[in-house]
C-alpha cells in the first residue's frame, strides 16, 4: 500500500524523480523547488516587510503564536546549507504572510541536510510544469493539486483561479472525497459555502471548463473528477 504523504524525505524525492543529489541541490539553490524542515511547539513571529525612506527593508510583525509543522527555506540558506553541512536558521518563507521568524529572545533553529523535507504539493507543482510521468505511466495531472485555500486548483491537465466561494466548494468536494464520501448534494455544499445562488452552474459559470473539475450525476449530487 503506497502512503499518501503530506510531505517526503529527499531519498524518496531522489528515488521518484532518478535524479542525482546533485541535480536537486541545484533546483533547490536556484529557486526552482523549495524545500523545508519539520518544527514542533516552537514559538514563531509572522508579519510581513516594510521599507523605509531609504528602501531599507525590515520586519512588521503582528502575530506570535506556538507552531508545530513545515517552514519553507530560503534559497540562499539551501545553499549555504549544502556547502557547510549545517546552519542556523531564523527567518524562513510562508506562503499566508510576508515572513515566519524566531523572535528575537529566540536561538535560531540548528538545521542539517538529514532534516530536509519537501511538501507533497511543492513535489506535485514541480512535476507538472517539468511533464513528470511516474513510473506507473500516470501524471500529476491525475490527482487534485491546490494551493493554500484551494484559490489555485489543478486537476486532469486543467488549471483553474477561483474565488473566494469556488474554492470553498472545492474544499468541500475534496474533505469528501478524502472522507469515502465523493458525492455530496449541491445545495447542501452551496449552502456551506455561503453561496447565494443554489445552482452549481451559477456558481461556477465564470470557469467554462468548470465540469473538468466537478462531476454532476444529474440527481443534484456533485464530487470532484480528480480520478
Sequence with gaps: M???????SLPEILRR???????????AENNQVRLS?????????FGDYDADVDEARF????????????????????FHLFRCGEAHLNEFR?????????PETHAPQYVVIGDL???????????????????DGRTPEQGLIFTVGYREVRSRGFCFQLGAIQAEVVRVLHAAAEAGQPWQNGKTILAAAG?????????????????????????????LRCE
Excluded at 125 to 132: A, C, D, Q, T
Design 2 to 8: 503506497r502512503i499518501e504523504k503530506e510531505y517526503y
Design 17 to 27: 524523480w532518478s535524479i542525482d543529489e546533485d541535480d536537486l541541490i541545484y533546483l
Design 37 to 45: 524542515i519539520r518544527v514542533f511547539n516552537q514559538l514563531l513571529e
Design 59 to 78: 520586519r512588521v510583525p503582528y502575530e506570535e503564536r506556538v507552531f508545530s509543522g513545515l517552514l519553507d527555506l530560503h534559497a540562499c540558506d539551501v
Design 94 to 102: 510562508h506562503d499566508r504572510c510576508g515572513y515566519a521568524a524566531f
Design 117 to 135: 523535507l519537501m511538501r507533497r504539493h511543492e513535489r506535485d507543482r514541480y512535476e507538472i510544469k517539468s511533464g513528470f510521468h511516474t513510473g
Design 195 to 223: 453561496s447565494r445562488s443554489l445552482k452549481m452552474v451559477d456558481v461556477f459559470k465564470s470557469k467554462p471548463q468548470w465540469r473538468e473539475l466537478i462531476q454532476s450525476d444529474g440527481r443534484g449530487n456533485y464530487r
